[in-house]
């Protein structure tokens, strides 16, 4: 049934307008998450690259602390107990965060004797060369004769040409030097009266101190709580980190990581200051930062230790980091953005569901309505069709215009077909309600099929007659029993001859058979009724089992009906565990079928 033109307009006005808006919003839920994409891995990689610079200072900061604690003058008398030393360096391990960071304190004699610090007794005791710091020995006499190719107490700048200028002055780590190999500091004590009476020193004359670096504790403690604080849960994200020197890896936050070194990494720094692969440029490289974006500034220089020997990249401490979700930070910020519009868009579709679901459902309300307005006036129709013959009747009776005795069974008979016929207009319309509301309660036991069918035709025998209609029945012998209620089963089938003598009009025929067959269930017994009418056309026929529905030709050939016998008859059906179905061709006739299972 179509709607009205003003409904089907409001419809169309609604639905255009709700399309527009959800692609629109569907358009910008793309365009805010690619540029959300963006702004999360511009900040994604600041915030990483301002924790790999961070991350640096504070390694630096752990070392530089022991030159601030012993801060020794780049000229000076040695004293001959050393206890300056020795205090300060007790003082340096009481407060440091990691007392094991030294292993050993050495002064060490370019001659070839060296005293190292007995941190038990508390005193320098006399010592051999260790055997680590021994190839270091031409490398501390060249550095000997830099320190005394500058007089000048107050400037320092031969021995620092490789750091920045703002840390040259910096009194906790003027004069240090550092060797990554031991790893271990070291720093220039030459004698002061020498110079101040201008006698010659020799390079040998100078002295160094050296501070070994306990490797297992860089590793095991330093970096291990660096990389916790800074990478692990930074910003709601969890990075791998790796410390590699010259291909090696001295510390990994898990497992095989940094072995080889990652080229996917998502940032990459080198410890020392150094440019990676001393190229030109910061040392500190974050890859997957969009080109707009430049993050912290580039020119950032990292302040170190001068080597003690002349580097070579296989001497750089390299930390590289990676994201922990498989894969580097863009994979993760592609992931990240993939959800959002996952979720965006399923929202959407929820939104289009719904809104569907409503378009729908306001459709079947408004057919609902038509088909119910229609109800309505079927139905009035039909009860003014008897009530006016009863009453035309009793009037007639009433001003004596009925004056035999056989005027006056005529009218009885009148009277008495149309209030029969008016009490099962109401009764079915009762029905149908008691129906739909689920309150039928029928009684199933075993029937006969021939009591079924003989019943229905003995009820529609008037109509029947009165159609002129010819039935012919075809019943198989020895059909089995079906389970169901008796009078219910002849309501249907009444419903479904009523029908047959409506619209088989043209040939006046009806064709009633009854056959057992075979199912995979176990036997059922099919009840048909035929006739050779104008059939159902393909539009009407999804919808004839539907409440209030009648067809266009049934419309259009003013057929009485109030659009219920049919859903009736197929509520009955399923109600004795059946099925009602239909076979129909226009033109040439309806086969309306009552499928009913075998009593067991």
């Known amino acids: 049934m179509k709607l009205p033109f003003k409904a089907r307009t409001i419809s169309t006005a609604v639905v255009i307008p709700s399309a527009i808006i959800v692609a629109a919003l569907a358009l910008l839920e793309y365009r805010w998450s690619t540029r959300v994409s963006e702004a999360t891995a511009v900040r994604l990689a600041d915030s990483l690259q301002m924790s790999l610079i961070n991350w640096q200072k504070d390694f630096f900061r752990y070392f530089s602390e022991i030159g601030l604690a012993l801060r020794i003058d780049p000229v000076e008398e040695v004293p001959g107990d050393v206890g300056m030393y020795v205090r300060r360096f007790a003082e340096w391990r009481s407060a440091a965060r990691y007392p094991e960071l030294v292993s050993n304190l050495y002064l060490l004699n370019l001659d070839g004797s060296a005293q190292r610090l007995n941190t038990r007794t508390r005193r320098f005791d006399p010592a051999a060369w260790p055997a680590n710091l021994r190839p270091l020995r031409p490398d501390l006499q060249n550095a000997s004769a830099e320190v005394l190719r500058d007089q000048s107490l107050s400037s320092t700048r031969g021995l620092y040409a490789d750091i920045a200028p703002s840390r040259v002055n910096d009194d906790h780590s003027a004069g240090w030097r550092f060797e990554p190999a031991v790893p271990a500091l070291f720093h220039p004590v030459v004698p002061a009266a020498a110079l101040a009476r201008g006698v010659a020193v020799s390079p040998s004359q100078v002295n160094w101190i050296a501070v070994e670096l306990n490797r297992q504790e860089i590793q095991s403690k330093m970096l291990a709580d660096l990389t916790r604080n800074y990478f692990q849960g930074t910003d709601g994200l969890d990075y ?183 009490f099962g207009l109401v009764e079915q319309i009762l029905l149908f309600a008691v129906s739909r509301q689920g309150k039928l309660r029928y009684n199933l036991q075993p029937v006969q099929v021939h009591e079924v069918i003989d019943a229905s035709l003995a009820s529609t025998a008037k109509i029947i007659e009165a159609a002129h209609f010819t039935v012919e029945c075809d019943i198989a012998d020895d059909l089995p029993k079906i389970s169901g209620d008796a009078a219910a089963l002849s309501q249907c089938l009444q419903n479904l001859i009523t029908n047959a003598v409506k619209y088989g009009q043209r040939d006046r025929w009806i064709g009633i058979s009854a056959t057992a067959h075979n199912q995979p269930a176990g036997p059922e017994i099919r009840i048909s009724v035929s006739d050779r009418g104008s059939g159902v056309s393909e539009a009407d026929l999804p919808h004839i089992f539907e409440p209030f529905y009648r067809g266009a030709s049934a419309r259009a050939a003013q057929i009485h009906g109030t659009g219920l016998g049919l859903p009736l008859a197929k509520s009955i059906a399923e109600a004795m565990h059946g099925r009602l179905t239909v076979a129909s061709e226009p033109g040439r006739g309806s086969a309306f079928t009552l499928s009913l299972p075998a009593a067991v």
């Open 240 to 422: 791998l980190a790796a410390v590699v020197v010259g291909g090696q890896v001295l510390y990994s936050s898990d497992k095989g990581f940094g072995q080889p070194e990652p080229a996917d990494a998502d940032g990459t720094i080198d410890l020392f200051g150094r440019a990676r692969n001393n190229l030109p440029g910061p040392p500190v490289r974050v890859f997957h930062v969009p080109p707009e974006d430049k993050g912290p500034d580039p020119g950032v220089q990292f302040a170190w230790f001068p080597f003690l020997r002349a580097s070579t990249p296989d001497m750089d401490w390299r930390l590289v980091v990676r994201h922990r979700r498989g894969g580097p930070l863009g994979a993760f910020v592609l992931e990240m953005r993939r959800r959002d519009l996952a979720i965006g868009f399923g929202v959407l579709l929820v939104l289009v569901v719904n809104m569907s679901m409503l378009i729908v459902t306001s459709h079947r309300a408004q057919r609902l309505a038509q088909m119910q307005v229609d109800f309505v006036t079927a139905v009035s129709h039909e009860l003014r069709t008897p009530l006016t013959a009863i009453l035309s009747g009793a009037d007639n009776l009433r001003n004596g215009l009925v004056e035999t005795s056989q005027q006056v069974a005529q009218y009885g008979t009148l009277i008495g077909n149309q209030a029969r016929q008016l």
